[in-house]
């Protein structure tokens, strides 16, 4: 099993610019998430599915949006990239909904906005 | 919603000692205290939980402690190596299943 995989690894974008941030797990768990990671702030919850075909809105949503697309994948999208999302993004999963849960984490995506 | 607050921010050891590692939280609710670590470069990967119904957990060198009452959780690392050098996360989940994340430790150990 890959686990939970996300690309690009790395990207650098213009300000204004657009993209999509991709993430897939093959663990079969219901329930995604997607972090950012800035120095100092820790990991803070962007938006999460907890079910295929339900997203909801986390601690810093303003500026993503995401789909999902089906129960494997979840993806982040940039509309208009700003400085501030300058980040260090990050994928998640868990199993089904239940209080006990491991966060499964990919890799990252470190993502730089001129 | 839950708010936890870990202590302290960077934190650099011999090779050989202990490091402790806190983290407080406000949320009564929660019954479920993980600890990830996260090495250069990499995703966070859980190394140790604990549950509410219980007050200490033990895995070889690493161990958590947990007082409900004083609602404050401790991660311990004893005969620290130089590949314990990462970055510690706590977490808990409040009254839901998504947990809040402490700010992170930068633990150093030096040979």
């Known amino acids: 099993n890959a686990g939970v995989t996300q690309t690009p690894k790395f990207q650098v974008l213009k300000t204004g610019q657009s993209m999509t941030l991709q993430c897939a797990q093959d663990?079969?768990?219901?329930?995604m998430y997607w972090y950012r990671q800035d120095p100092g702030m820790g990991l803070r919850l962007i938006y999460y599915?907890?079910?295929?075909?339900?997203?909801d809105k986390g601690e810093v949503p303003n500026g993503y949006n995401v789909s999902r697309l089906n129960k494997r994948e979840f993806s982040l999208r940039l509309e208009s990239a700003a400085p501030s999302q300058t980040s260090v993004y990050f994928c998640?999963?868990?199993?089904?909904?239940?209080?006990?849960?491991?966060?499964?984490f990919g890799p990252g995506t470190r993502l730089t906005v001129l | 919603g839950e708010n936890v607050e870990q202590h302290p921010s960077t934190l650099s050891v011999q090779e050989g000692d202990s490091a402790v590692i806190k983290c407080t939280y406000s949320?009564?609710?929660?019954?479920?205290f993980p600890w990830y670590k996260q090495e250069l470069g990499k995703g966070p990967q859980l190394i140790i939980d604990?549950?509410?119904?219980?007050g200490e957990k033990k895995d070889q060198r690493i161990a958590v402690t947990l007082n409900k009452t004083a609602k404050h959780f401790s991660l311990h690392i004893t005969e620290t190596q130089p590949e314990d050098s990462a970055v510690y996360f706590c977490?808990?989940?409040?009254?839901?299943?998504?947990?809040?994340f402490g700010r992170g430790t930068s633990l150093i150990v030096h040979p």
């Open positions: 949320d009564s609710a929660s019954n479920y």
């Open positions: 998640a999963s868990t199993f089904p909904r239940q209080a006990y849960n491991e966060q499964f």
């Open positions: 663990m079969n768990h219901n329930s």
């Open positions: 604990i549950r509410s119904n219980v």
């Open positions: 599915s907890a079910s295929e075909g339900t997203t």
């Open positions: 977490a808990a989940p409040g009254g839901s299943y998504i947990p809040t």
